[in-house]
């Protein structure tokens, strides 16, 4: 078992077979490249400055260390792994305190705790190694709150990559994130995509209602502690070879007009933007946003959905092999990853052609479900649950409630023969609930089925 192992961020991960030891990092030059006789002269070198993170450099001074610790009965990680508990406890408040202790304190798990002197921990993540099928689930990951600016998080994760890699033969990370942790593990290598074979890996790690799964696969040439200065060294090569052909760093004196005075003139009367084959619609494409204004929030309305425990039966398209006749019945299907794969192609402009989507789901479960089945039971939980995450943004409520919204609600009372009053208008529809007509009063309605 692992215990109490230091280690920096200018030492490498001690391999399997050394144990304790540590092999120190070499210094790194880059050497100038020779010109060859009759080639062109190459342009000088540059020192491309590569900033540290907070991280980096506290653990460069010592101020902090990374642990890697178990529960083996030494009294120091009986500290660390209890200053663990307590920061999981805190930023994990859905998770039972017991459960984060039992699994914190189980000789199976294995801890990488940032540590400050005295052994005061900062934050960690605890994960089980499963050797023999070559993955680790990453059990609980968390930074204090009043650390969390400092690159922690992303330095603990490549620290535990280059651990992990250099002391099993583990390639794989599982992990289920919550809806605020799926930002950070993406930026660490993490997909929802699951290329893992189950049977590597099903009932194996804990399932968690509401958590969303995750995977990472780790290259093995790879040091993740020096990604970020190889990344740095990429992006200057290909900026070098661009600046072998590009003029943009040449400076042109002003036009001669304005010698008398600044005043408005046609960007292209002007030679060296007219031969840059700049125009005035690249600038207009330049300038519009990468997704439209609903991105984010409707981003985050589809993680809420897929993450809702009456989820499980639309996360997929429904399979055709175990469902025959579904595709007979059901002309339009359509499910939360289709809805995924939209969204990212930016097909949902308005909150209106998100939810035309979603209640396609819902209308296509009751359509062929029995409503005593628990998939049309599940789909009006999630409608419901759908509509509630809807009403909390206001932003939308205009949107959603004006007249054209009206007839998109109109033909779903049509299809579904949901009856109100013909001779008042509904102003506001309140799915689920009420129709609110001109004259003030609520009128409810009635499903009389399909």
Not at 331 to 360: R, V, W
Not at 412 to 433: A, E, M, N, V, Y
Request: aromatic residues 12%; positive net charge.
């Amino acid at each position: 078992m692992v215990s109490g192992s230091k280690r920096k961020a200018s030492e490498e991960a001690a391999s399997p077979e050394s144990g304790q030891q540590i092999i120190k990092k070499k210094a790194r030059t880059d050497s100038p490249v020779k010109e060859e006789d009759g080639l062109l002269k190459k342009p000088p070198l540059r020192i491309v400055p590569f900033p540290e993170k907070p991280a980096v450099l506290e653990e460069r001074r010592g101020d902090i260390e990374f642990r890697v610790v178990n529960n083996d009965g030494a009294h120091d990680s009986f500290i660390v792994l209890t200053g663990l508990k307590c920061i999981f406890q805190k930023q994990l408040p859905k998770m039972p305190k017991d459960y984060i202790a039992r699994l914190v304190y189980d000789r199976s798990h294995l801890s990488m705790a940032i540590v400050k002197h005295p052994l005061e921990v900062v934050g960690g993540i605890t994960y089980r190694p499963f050797n023999s099928r070559k993955f680790a689930e990453i059990v609980f990951c968390a930074i204090s709150s009043d650390q969390q600016v400092k690159g922690y998080g992303a330095h603990l994760m490549s620290h535990l990559k280059d651990y992990v890699k250099a002391t099993s033969p583990i390639m794989h990370f599982l992990t289920y994130a919550d809806n605020y942790a799926i930002g950070y593990f993406k930026k660490q290598g993490f997909t929802k995509e699951i290329t893992l074979d189950k049977s590597i890996w099903m009932g194996y790690i804990k399932d968690y209602e509401g958590g969303t799964l995750m995977q990472c696969t780790m290259l093995p040439k790879i040091r993740y502690l020096e990604m970020g200065r190889m990344l740095t060294k990429q992006k200057e090569s290909v900026q070098a070879k661009i600046r072998a052909f590009s003029r943009s760093h040449i400076i042109h004196p002003p036009p001669k007009d304005w010698k008398n005075g600044v005043y408005p003139i046609d960007p292209l009367s002007i030679p060296a933007i007219k031969e840059s084959g700049w125009s005035p619609d690249m600038d207009e494409m330049a300038r519009q946003p990468r997704h439209g204004p609903n991105y984010n929030q409707l981003l985050h309305l589809l993680n809420d959905m897929q993450n809702h425990s009456a989820a499980w039966p639309f996360t997929q398209p429904v399979n055709r092999d175990e469902v025959p006749d579904y595709y007979e019945v059901i002309m339009e299907p359509m499910d939360l990853s289709t809805m995924e794969e939209k969204h990212e192609k930016d097909l949902y402009p308005t909150p209106q052609d998100f939810i035309k989507d979603a209640m396609l789901i819902f209308d296509n479960c009751r359509r062929y479900n029995n409503e005593t089945t628990p998939y049309a039971k599940s789909a009006n939980k999630l409608e419901k649950f759908m509509w509630q995450q809807i009403r909390n943004i206001p932003e939308w409520s205009v949107s959603i409630y004006n007249e054209s919204f009206f007839f998109f609600f109109f033909f779903f009372f049509k299809k579904h023969k949901l009856i109100f009053p013909s001779s008042t208008l509904p102003i506001i529809i309140d799915p689920g609930t009420y129709i609110y007509c001109s004259e003030g009063v609520f009128m409810g309605w009635r499903w009389i089925g399909t």
